[in-house]
């Protein structure tokens, strides 16, 4: 099954069978039209500070090479009614603790196979799952309609 993935985020986001919570995941919500990853850093670190709006625009930072990469941002996707507002990011603190493994899933129309012009940019909702590493406690971070 090939999948699909914004393209803002795309080469960040990788399939780790290794990883049971990301399996669980995959059970849990994987289908032809919704797509279960982990993150995972261009350094191969999966480990990282995570910032986040109320728009909500979600942004995480590595925690071996301090990259940024932007999880989920309204204004990448066609469908999505853009945000004038740049709203002040806040980090996520769980447990006391700050560093996640990061879980993005990405919903596509039931139909876009049949979409001719498919966007890969176009989806249609967003869940993130952040895992707090040290207590191993999971967390919904954000379940967003895109439009
Ligand atoms: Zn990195």
């Not at 995972?40 to 990259?67: A, G, H, L, Q, W």
């Not at 996520?92 to 596509?108: A, D, M, R």
Request: charged share 35%.
């Amino acid at each position: 099954m090939e999948k699909y993935a914004p393209f803002h985020v795309k080469k960040y986001c990788v399939i780790d069978n290794n990883d049971e919570v990301y399996r669980k995941f995959v059970n849990e919500y994987e289908d032809n039209y919704h797509f279960v990853y982990k993150m995972k850093c261009s350094c191969y670190n999966d480990k990282f500070e995570v910032y986040k709006d109320d728009n909500p625009t979600v942004i995480i930072r590595c925690t071996n090479c301090n990259k940024e990469i932007t999880v989920y941002d309204l204004k990448y996707y066609p469908s999505a009614i853009k945000l004038e507002d740049k709203l002040e990011m806040e980090q996520v603190i769980c447990c006391n603790q700050n560093i996640f493994n990061v879980y993005p899933i990405y919903e596509y129309g039931d139909e876009f196979e049949y979409d001719t012009e498919f966007d890969e940019n176009d989806i249609t909702w967003c869940i993130i799952f952040i895992r707090e590493i040290k207590n191993n406690s999971i967390k919904k971070l954000i379940d967003d309609e895109t439009a």
